[in-house]
C-alpha cells in the first residue's frame, strides 16, 4: 500500500462529515503493547447463559427459531437482562427544566439476538442459510416492534470482541427500539435529501465508482466507501432502491447471508480476527413519503483497528491512515476457500 | 450509588444530541478480562524521543520555554513527525467528483507539546505553575496558526494511556489546525445559538446547578455536564463569558493548572488512574462576532471506563450509566492531599 501519498480530505455525503486521510501515519511507531485479536481473552464458556441448555438464565425469550425446537433451536430473541431502555415504562412527553434541560423517559425496548446455540460458533462460521434465519430474526423483531407508536427509530447492531464493546463472548448481536430519531439517522437523511435535491438522485444508488467496489451479488453491492471514517470499514448496500431493512424477503436475506459471510471471512482472513462491530443503517420507522426517495438502507461493518483518541473526541472528525481504493483493492483480491 | 433507578434520556443542549442512562447497566457482568490502566503497558523509555537529550530524535521544534533553555527545558512544541495534515501543502479549494463526492487538499498543522522533560512525569504531577506553561504554550502555539487565513479551526487534544489512543506513553498533547470547521463545532455553534434566539442566554454560561458541581476557583467552575456523554466526564468552564481559548491570560492560566491538577488528580484517585482525553472545545478562529455571545469555550476531560459499541457507532448516541449528578458527588467528596 503507498503510503508516501500526501494526506486528503474527503466529505462523506451520505454523513455529511469530514474524514482525513493520512497514509502517513501508518507508519507510527508505538511504544505501547499491541491488542489482542477478538477470540483470545474470552473465558470458558462453561458458565455462559446464551448456550443452548442454559436457557434458565437468561432474560424472557421473546421468541425462537424453528418456533417450536426445544434444545436444538438455531437463533434466540430474548429480552436483556440489563436493558438501556425499559419496556415497563410509559413512554411521557419531553420535561423541560430552567437552564434549556430536556429529559425524556427512558422507555424503549432492548433485546438480544442469540445467534447460535455453541459457544464457540460466531456469525461468519455459520452458513449463508443460518446467517439468513438471523437477519429474518432482526426482520420479524422489527415488524413487532415497528407496531409501537412510540419507537421512532429501530438499531439492530453486533459487538464482537471485547474492544469493539463486547461484554459476553457467545455470537449474538443486539436491537434497541428507541422513542427518539438518533443523530446519525437525522444526519443522514438531512445530508441525503441536499444530495437528492441538487441531483435528483439517490447518493447510495450512485455509489458505482469501480475502484471502491469489493463484491457485487444479485442482490448486494460490497463497497469500501469514498470517505471511510475507518480503516477497513465495509458498506453492504442493496442494488435496488430501498428504505428500510425490515422490508427484506427471503430470498434477498438468503443473498445477505452469503454475502455477509464472505465479507466476514474476508475481513478476518485479511486482517487476523480483528473485533469488529456490525450496524444496520435503516430509515426511521415513520419516514414520510417524501424522504423514501433518498433513503436507503445498509450495512456497515467496522473492524477495530485504531483507538479513537481524543481529536476525534473533540472534533467529530476522523483520521484514516488506510485509502478506500487501497482497503477495496486487498478485500477484493483476498480468497477464502 | 443508586443503581435501581429507571432510565432516562437527557438531550445534551450544548451538541444538540440524546444521551441515555441507564443506571442497571452498571451491573452488567463481563466474561471478558478488565482492562488495564493507564501507566502499566508502557514500555521502558530508554528510547523515548520525547526524553531530554533525545532531541534530535524529534521532528524539528517550534519552539520551548524557556526560550533559551537546553537540557532544562520545561515544554517543548515540535512538528508531529507523523502528520495527519501536511504543512508542506498550499491549500487548495475543494475538488467536486462525480457522485457528490468532495475531497480537499490535506493542507495544515500538526504539532505535538511535550509537556515535561522527563519521562515519568505525567501532566497531573506537574505543579500548577508548570501546568500553567503548558496551557501557555497551547495558546501561544494557537495564536501563530491563526496567523494562517486557510486555518479555521484549531483543535488542542491529548491522549492519555494505550485505550485512550495514546501511542507514546511520554506526557505530551497535540494540537491540530484544520482548514475546515470540525463537525462538533458546527454543530455546538448552531445548538448554543437556537438556545440563545430561545433564551437570550448563553447556554454555558447558564450552567449553575448545584449537584451537578464539582469545584470553583477563581476564574472556573468544574462540573459534570446534565448529559454527559461519557461516565465520570468532566467539564472546566470559564466562569466569565469568553469564547476562545487562545484569550487566556497569565493569571488565568495559573487558575486553571491548579484546576487541572485538581480534576486529574480526584479522577485519578477515584477511578484508579485511568486512560483518559482532553480536549478544548473553543469557538472558530474566526467566528462572526454576531456569534461571540454563545461560543463559550471549556475544557473536556473523559475517563476511558466503557467501550464504545455497534449502539454508539450506528446511532451517534451515548448509554451513559452512571447519572451526572452521582458522578458530580462522588468528585466533590474525593479529597486528595
Ligand atoms: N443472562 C442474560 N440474559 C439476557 N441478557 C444478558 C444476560 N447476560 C448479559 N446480557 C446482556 O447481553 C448483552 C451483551 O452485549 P454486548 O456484549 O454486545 O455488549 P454490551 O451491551 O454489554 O455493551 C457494549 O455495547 C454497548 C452498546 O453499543 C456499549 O454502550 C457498551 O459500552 C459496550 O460495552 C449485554 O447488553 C448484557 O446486558
Ligand atoms: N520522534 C517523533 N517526533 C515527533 N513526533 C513524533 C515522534 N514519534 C512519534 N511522534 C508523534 O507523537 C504523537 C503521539 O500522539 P498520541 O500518543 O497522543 O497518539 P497518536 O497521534 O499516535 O494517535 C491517537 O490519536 C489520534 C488522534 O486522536 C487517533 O487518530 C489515533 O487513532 C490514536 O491512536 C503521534 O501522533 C506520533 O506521530
Redesign the pocket.
Known amino acids: 500500500m503507498a503510503t508516501n501519498r500526501s494526506p486528503e480530505i474527503r466529505k462523506d455525503a451520505i454523513h455529511n462529515r469530514w474524514v482525513i486521510f493520512s497514509p502517513a501515519?501508518a507508519r507510527?511507531?508505538s511504544d505501547f503493547k499491541s491488542k489482542t485479536d477478538a477470540s483470545s481473552s474470552a473465558n470458558t464458556h462453561t458458565e455462559c447463559p446464551f448456550c443452548a441448555g442454559h436457557e434458565h438464565e437468561c432474560a424472557p425469550e421473546i421468541f425462537r427459531f424453528p418456533p417450536e425446537s426445544t434444545l436444538d433451536w438455531k437463533v434466540r430473541v430474548i429480552q436483556n437482562l440489563y436493558p438501556a431502555l425499559s419496556r415497563d415504562l410509559e413512554p411521557l412527553n419531553a420535561e423541560r427544566g430552567g437552564g434549556g434541560q430536556v429529559t425524556l423517559r427512558g422507555s424503549g425496548f432492548h433485546d438480544v439476538v442469540i445467534e447460535s446455540p455453541a459457544h464457540p460458533v460466531h456469525l461468519a462460521d455459520l452458513s449463508p442459510a443460518q446467517i439468513a434465519d438471523v437477519l429474518l430474526a432482526y426482520k420479524k423483531r422489527i415488524d413487532q416492534l415497528r407496531a409501537f407508536d412510540s419507537i421512532k427509530y429501530v438499531q439492530v447492531f453486533k459487538n464482537h470482541g471485547a474492544t469493539a464493546g463486547a461484554s459476553m463472548s457467545h455470537s449474538h448481536s443486539q436491537i434497541l427500539a428507541l422513542p427518539v430519531i438518533p443523530p446519525t439517522a437525522s444526519a443522514r437523511i438531512q445530508s441525503m435529501k441536499e444530495h437528492f435535491e441538487q441531483t435528483g438522485e439517490c447518493a447510495i444508488c450512485q455509489v458505482k465508482q469501480e475502484d471502491l467496489s469489493i463484491h457485487e451479488s444479485n442482490h448486494f453491492r460490497s463497497i469500501v466507501p469514498f470517505a471511510a471514517t475507518f480503516p477497513f470499514e465495509i458498506w453492504i448496500i442493496p442494488r435496488h432502491h430501498s428504505s428500510h431493512f425490515h422490508d427484506i424477503d427471503s430470498d434477498m436475506a438468503s443473498d445477505l447471508g452469503g454475502v455477509l459471510k464472505l465479507m466476514l471471512g474476508k475481513m478476518s482472513l485479511q486482517l487476523k480476527n480483528p473485533p469488529y462491530n456490525m450496524v444496520i443503517h435503516s430509515a426511521p420507522l415513520r419516514a414520510e413519503s417524501t424522504q423514501l426517495p433518498f433513503s436507503h438502507w445498509f450495512i456497515q461493518i467496522v473492524p477495530q483497528l485504531?483507538?479513537?483518541?481524543?481529536?476525534?473526541l473533540g472534533t467529530g472528525c476522523y483520521?484514516n491512515p488506510v485509502l478506500p481504493e487501497d482497503a477495496a483493492k486487498v478485500l477484493r483480491e483476498v480468497s477464502i476457500q
Do not use: D, Q, Y
Open positions: 501515519r507510527r511507531p485504531t483507538v479513537v483518541g481524543g481529536f476525534e483520521i
